[in-house]
């Protein structure tokens, strides 16, 4: 079993692409109730992610919250490479202990393209239905 069983398609992620600003992207995040946020580039390859921590930080060195300074603002001075994507054909066991310290992993082609993301919440349920199939078959 690979990263493509779990995979939320591109079509169905929230997510920031480069040029958005501050504004647009704090919308986002509270529209979808995310922690964090994929960002892809124009031509749809991923960048890293933003967090709600990483606009905080931006926004208090900024010194500002005036609407207009949050929409000259650009998501792409501070998006974060600390997130980094897994291949499509990445193994579970190598996922999982990326998701012990992120609630999504994003997921790429072999072109760098982003496709999606594999939750925390979806491999953890996935383990869990396993474990009451193996426990009901014991």
Known sequence: MNVAFFLVPKSRVAYLTEGSSFRQGM?????HGYTAIPV???EGKYLGSISEGDFLWNIMSMGSLEQRDLEQARIDEIVSDRTPPVRVTTSIEALQDRLLDQNFVPVVDDRDMFMGIVTRRAVMAH???KKDVEERCS
Do not use: A, Q, W, Y
């Open 127 to 129: 383990l869990m239905d």
């Open 40 to 42: 892809i580039s124009r």
């Open 27 to 31: 919308e986002k995040l509270r529209r």
